[in-house]
């Protein structure tokens, strides 16, 4: 008797098992992946961040991109409209994302104008901003250097492509620069030389998909060499503000490095500080 009840209860199970509607299962997982995951020591607003952060990295949103409404994104993730407004308020903070009044919360991308006043600190000594015209002098593939490789943290040996360029304000030459960037990033711009802008950054976001998103600086002052000296239109010896910018993505990998000299007599560095 006990083996019959056995043998109809598998056999109830295995009926059970093989009715089931795989593909809601699979949707119900996808929808658990993207909830948050608890317990967790991080508070419930930064594991929210965090999740839009990955989103951004997988280009789920593009640049320019209107987010989702924060009742939908609350809804999907199973939280407090307040805990995902404090996430957007601090990756607005951080630049990441831009509020619109009356139409919503959008992905941050480069324009003219926003890398100009976000990165741009070089300025005239009236104060006064503008942008710089480039004059591409030379774009290159090669092996990348052993300080290249290091900021970039690339594997020994990897590639590299390297522009440089000589950009002028208010008609004198002012900054000399080469800019190195991971060549697996960037591939084939070494042979569209006509084809590279004045403003990279927003380039990068078009054209190759990955964003610049922080960047930090080293200042220095050095003494120009001849060849410097010959670009900026000064004396061999003079005094320069030596720039060295490492440029980050959303992972916080570094995708660009700039060195730039830069002439001070008609311009100075600016650093403002809220």
């Known amino acids: 008797m006990h083996k019959l009840f056995f043998i109809f209860y598998l056999m109830s199970y295995i009926r059970l098992f093989f009715a ?7 949707d119900q997982a996808k929808v658990m992946e993207n909830r948050i995951k608890t ?3 991080k508070p419930l607003y930064l594991q ?6 990955e989103r951004l990295r997988q280009r789920m949103w593009e640049p320019g991109d209107l987010l989702p409404s924060e009742a939908h994104l609350a809804t999907e993730l199973s939280v407090s409209q307040g805990t995902v407004r404090k996430a957007l308020d601090e990756l607005t903070s951080e630049n990441l994302l831009r509020r619109s009044q009356g139409k919503g919360t959008f992905v941050s991308e480069h324009t003219a104008a926003r890398s100009m006043f976000h990165f741009l600190n070089l300025v005239g000594s009236d104060g ?8 591409l002098l030379n ?5 990348g250097s052993e300080y290249e490789i290091e900021q970039l943290q690339l594997a020994p040996l990897s590639e590299v492509v390297s522009l440089t360029r000589l950009r002028v304000l208010q008609e004198q030459p002012a900054i000399f620069e080469t800019v190195v960037l991971p060549a697996r ?3 084939g711009m070494e042979q569209i030389a006509e084809g590279i802008p004045n403003t990279l950054y927003h380039f990068y ?3 190759y998909g990955f964003s610049v998103t922080r960047a930090n600086e080293k200042l220095r002052a050095i003494e120009a060499t001849e060849a410097q000296a010959n670009h900026l239109n000064v004396q061999p010896g003079s005094p320069l503000l030596s720039i060295t910018r490492l440029a980050f993505s959303y992972d916080n990998n ?3 490095l700039r060195m730039s000299v830069c002439s001070t007599e008609n311009h100075h560095y600016l650093s403002e500080m809220t």
Do not use: A, G, M, Y
């Open 20 to 26: 089931l509607d795989f593909s809601q299962v699979s």
């Open 139 to 143: 774009v290159e593939l090669r092996i």
């Open 254 to 256: 570094p995708v660009e």
């Open 128 to 135: 006064t901003k503008q942008i710089p015209v480039s004059r």
């Open 39 to 41: 317990p967790s020591f």
């Open 205 to 207: 976001e078009r054209h």
């Open 185 to 187: 990033l960037v591939e």
């Open 48 to 53: 929210v961040k965090e999740l839009i952060l």
